[in-house]
């Protein structure tokens, strides 16, 4: 999972780094970014055996962009980005997002 690690947090952090320039905290502004960069094919072509931990790989790294020491337009985009990836996730169970863990941000 340490491939995917890498990729995924540098996708992320495109996605975030777009939505920072536009300025804004709504959700129609990140929807429109995470739109098209086709961000809910991340789940896709995942062998099934996989998909969990992949899943939670994706919803640990968001949740690394909701804490500090991230701006408040980050920590909003890192909010949506967890929502994001929690709907669209293709797991047989949903994920669940957990909150107030420690997760180590790699």
Known sequence: MDFYRKHVKSDCESLLGRFQQ?????????SNIWKEMKFVQIFSG??????RAFCRLVLDIAYCYFLPPFSFQIRVGGL?????FYHCQTAS????VRIGVHIPCV
């Not at 536009?22 to 990140?30: A, D, I, L, P």
């Open 93 to 96: 169970t949903s994920e669940q």
């Open 46 to 51: 995942k062998p099934t055996h996989k998909k």
């Open 80 to 84: 949506y980005l967890l929502y994001s």
């Open 22 to 30: 536009t300025q804004s905290v709504r959700f129609e502004v990140f």
